[in-house]
């Protein structure tokens, strides 16, 4: 070592990436200039950090360029808002996308280190809660390796999504403090610095022209500090950016307080301002109308379009056609305020009339909905607003003002339209967000097709008769390289053997994998890489849990976030149902399952909470009897997130995708299992109906109500009595739940759960689920007990995935709703 590093220190510090001999040196060089270690007592997180610092300066280098070319070619660029992104660690990521694995892999071992040890040192940046802002990570990475230019705007929390771990049964959180040890890969930039107002009064006036002009003062500041993360793409010469904020008090706000006498008071102020950006809200599919919630969403949203703003007039100076050179897409309802920011920010402070600010704006923004459960909807109350925001609160009610006469123009003497279309809930004194995204934007999208018909004949009918075509569907998709390439290395080789490269960047070429279902020897290769990731998975579960289980046994697998709609629920009276069967020996032909749930509930989620608590319970009785121990395992997976799904979607045999008809928009869950040859059984809910008809009937285990029928039977009166009466098996398993059989301990521990079953009249139609499920999970045995059958489906689902590339997804956006084209920058770079 002595003698390498003495080579290395010599050398250049420019490294040729394809040679691992010049890599190790510049390894060398780089733990020594940038990470300040002695290399010869480096350990692994050292190391990771100096390979690190090395890959960021080829991101700089190739970013510049990408930069260069935008600004050439003057295309119009998409911002992607979202306050959520959630994209798995960057390390293997960008060696993929380099193509860099081996020689890097190789570089470390000739420093006696293993590269996936060393990947394992990097936290798993969690910005985000689950699906929304795995999906906005997912389009970054297609916009990027199909060159769209495309850029990514969200807010750097010093905590993201706390880690969970169980104690006693139980969810416990810890915050998520993923800066503690740096990050490596995030750029500064403490000059791109955007100052964003709350609170105030508004003051308005007749400028020169005559023309009624406001303004905003007495406003209480906090600058938006930006910090950049590359975005890289697969074999791609696009580097794309995702800008994330931080907030920073202001200097004006500390020197106002700012004397001896109240020095302490002054700082204090400061840290409370700063607390804009420190913590992500854990909850996912329900809003919670808190104050700081508010500002975090203006605070990202006005220093993104200020930006974005600043960027346009660098090369541009006429405001009236910013949206021919820009297209903004709102991840949801939660950056909505940008509709009246850009109004204020047109009108007020660049004077654009109100007509022609309002064209431009609506011509910008796109929306894409991701809930149909009222919960979601995010609403604000007036009062809230009218203290934070006053000046977008006139602004809505202008908007509104409009918008209203419109309605009444379409629809005469109809008041009740007239009152559900208004953005003004006038019973609650609540905004509907959700109207104000669709008035301001140019085109409204659900996520998967059942999704948007719902919206459209459900949710927002009027809107789609008023604005015939703005309703358009983008069935939602997963990146095949982070899903497939990156997390299953051994089936993406099987594939590329069996079919080329091409699926890499086309999904549809899976297609050509069909006749391996009929290969013997593929069946046998594919099966071997089966086990072995679930040999991975089983290792990783003794790691987190201390369970041996047996990767022979069929792994059935659910992890999500823990929601009534999603019904782990289910999941658990299956589970209970097929331990009473095995303990009366009423099971001809048994088969081994290993059943693995895993996710986090939001912590003021008190029924989620409950069921994690009781998958634990009866987990422990299951787990430690010995009577069926051969046969079935439960295993509560702690801590679900980005790294842990890598692991543990290639494990699956079974995916569980089960949510009650028309509760689940899309999923992508449900894609990403598909994709690493796991068999679904699942309900007629979100874009398991398009996964359905992509792999065929004979595919798929579909069971239990349709949408139609959950509303007719709910219409009807649904009475959960009944079916419990009439199903003497069920009566059994909920009775054991809430009379305490898994918890002697403390009997009445599940109460809540039975109320929800029957005082509450069960919302999710579990019950009414129940014996549909049970019939589909019999079939799933039947089938499992034939390996050669069980391969040929699971090839035909992977061969069939190909339409649910989110790479479908972003040229569908790029088409439909943005109108643009891919840049080509291979020549230029
Ligand atoms: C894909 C993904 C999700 C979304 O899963 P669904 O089953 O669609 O709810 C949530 N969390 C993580 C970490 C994911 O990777």
């Known amino acids: 070592m002595d003698q390498l590093v003495k080579e290395a220190l010599e050398g250049e510090f420019r490294v040729n990436m394809h040679d691992a001999d010049s890599i190790r040196r510049g390894l060398i060089s780089y733990m020594v200039r940038v990470v300040g270690h002695d290399p010869r007592s480096a350990g692994t997180r050292q190391w990771f950090m100096a390979l690190a610092h090395m890959i960021k300066g080829i991101l700089s280098e190739r970013g510049m360029g990408t930069s260069r070319a935008q600004y050439g070619q003057d295309t119009r660029r998409i911002y992607y808002l979202s306050m959520e992104f959630l994209t798995g660690r960057r390390l293997m990521k960008h060696l993929v996308d380099f193509g860099l694995t081996d020689t890097v892999r190789e570089a470390l071992e000739s420093l006696g280190q293993d590269l996936d040890t060393v990947a394992e040192e990097e936290p798993d940046p969690a910005l985000g809660n689950g699906g929304l802002g795995r999906l906005a990570a997912c389009f970054l990475d297609s916009m990027a390796t199909h060159q769209y230019p495309g850029h990514g705007y969200g807010i750097r929390y010093e905590f993201g999504m706390f880690s969970q771990t169980i104690e006693d049964g139980q969810q416990v959180e810890h915050p998520d403090n993923w800066l503690r040890r740096g990050n490596p890969w995030e750029f500064v930039r403490h000059s791109v610095a955007y100052p964003v107002r709350f609170h105030g009064r508004i003051v308005c006036f007749r400028d020169e022209q005559g023309r009624e002009r406001c303004e905003w003062v007495d406003t209480q500041d906090i600058n938006a500090v930006a910090s950049d993360l590359k975005i890289t793409g697969y074999d791609s010469p696009i580097i794309s950016n995702l800008r994330l904020w931080t907030a920073r008090a202001t200097n004006d706000f500390d ?304 992890v999500k976030r823990i929601h009534e709609y999603k019904r782990q629920l289910l999941n658990v009276l299956h589970v209970v149902h097929r331990y009473v069967l095995l303990r009366e020996g ?159 301990q403390q009997v009445n521990r599940y109460h809540a759960i039975g109320e929800t079953l029957f005082e509450r009249g069960d919302q999710y139609m579990v019950l009414a689920d129940f014996a549909a499920y049970v019939e589909a999970q019999n079939r799933v045995d039947e089938l499992f007990q034939d390996p050669d059958a069980w391969a040929r489906k699971a090839i035909l689902n992977v061969a069939r995935m190909g339409t649910f590339s989110s790479d479908r997804s972003i040229h569908t956006y790029a088409r439909d709703i943005w109108g643009v084209e891919p840049m080509d920058l291979t020549a230029t770079l």
């Not at 919670?288 to 200020?306: D, I, N, T, W």
């Not at 295993?635 to 842990?644: G, I, K, Q």
């Not at 890598?646 to 995916?655: C, M, R």
Request: glycine share 6%; charged share 25%.
């Open 255 to 558: 020197l106002r307080f700012f004397n001896e006498g109240n020095y302490i008071e002054a700082v204090k102020d400061k840290t409370t301002s700063e607390t804009l950006s420190k913590v992500l809200y854990p909850m996912d599919s329900t809003v919670l109308g808190q104050e700081l919630r508010l500002k975090q969403e203006y605070f990202f949203v006005s220093a993104s379009l200020q930006d974005i703003i600043a960027r346009y007039l660098r090369v541009h100076s006429d405001m009236s056609t910013l949206h021919k050179k820009i297209a903004i897409q709102l991840n949801d309802t939660h950056p909505a305020l940008a509709v009246p920011e850009m109004m204020r920010l047109l009108v007020d402070v660049h004077g654009l009339d109100w007509d022609k600010a309002w064209h431009v704006t609506r011509e910008t923004f796109c929306y894409t909905n991701h809930t149909l459960l009222p919960e979601a909807l995010e609403t604000w109350p007036i009062g809230m607003l009218e203290h934070v925001l006053p000046r977008h609160l006139e602004i809505i009610y202008l908007i509104n003002h409009d918008h209203l006469q419109q309605v009444r123009f379409r629809f005469p003497g109809e008041m009740d339209v007239l009152r559900r279309m208004s953005l003004v809930d006038e019973e609650t004194q609540r905004i509907r967000m959700a109207h104000l995204a669709i008035v301001g934007s140019k085109r409204v999208n659900g996520v998967a097709a059942l999704h948007t018909r719902l919206l459209r004949e459900k949710v927002f009918p009027e809107f789609d008769e008023m604005y015939p075509g703005k309703f358009v569907n983008v069935t939602n998709g997963v990146t095949q390289r982070r899903w497939l390439l990156q997390c299953n290395p051994e089936l993406g080789a099987l594939i590329s053997q069996a079919i080329g490269e091409a699926w890499k960047t086309d999904l549809m070429a899976l297609r050509d994998l069909e006749p391996m279902a009929e290969d013997a020897a593929f069946r046998e290769r594919f099966n071997a890489i089966k086990l072995a990731n679930k040999e991975r998975l089983g290792a990783h579960i003794a790691g987190q849990t201390g369970l041996v289980v047996d990767p022979a046994s069929m792994f059935d697998v659910q």
């Open 586 to 744: 009423r099971v001809t032909a048994p088969v081994p399952r290993t059943v693995i749930i895993g996710g986090k509930a939001a912590p003021g989620y008190y029924l989620a909470k409950q069921i994690i608590r009781l998958i634990n319970d009866v987990a422990l009785t299951i787990n430690n009897d010995r009577s069926v121990s051969d046969l079935l395992k439960v295993v509560f997976l702690p801590n679900y997130n980005v790294s842990s799904a890598e692991i543990t979607i290639p494990g699956a045999n079974l995916s569980e995708q089960i949510s009650t008809a028309g509760t689940e928009a899309s999923g992508t869950g449900n894609m990403k299992f598909a994709l690493n040859g796991a068999l679904t059984i699942g309900t007629l809910d979100g874009a398991n109906i398009e996964i359905k008809e992509e792999v065929g009937d004979d595919n798929i285990f579909i069971f239990g109500l349709t949408t139609e029928q959950v509303m007719e039977t709910k219409r009807r009166g649904y009475n959960p009595w009944r079916v419990i009466e009439g199903n003497p098996d069920l009566k059994r398993v909920v009775d054991m739940i809430t009379s305490g059989f898994f918890n002697p």
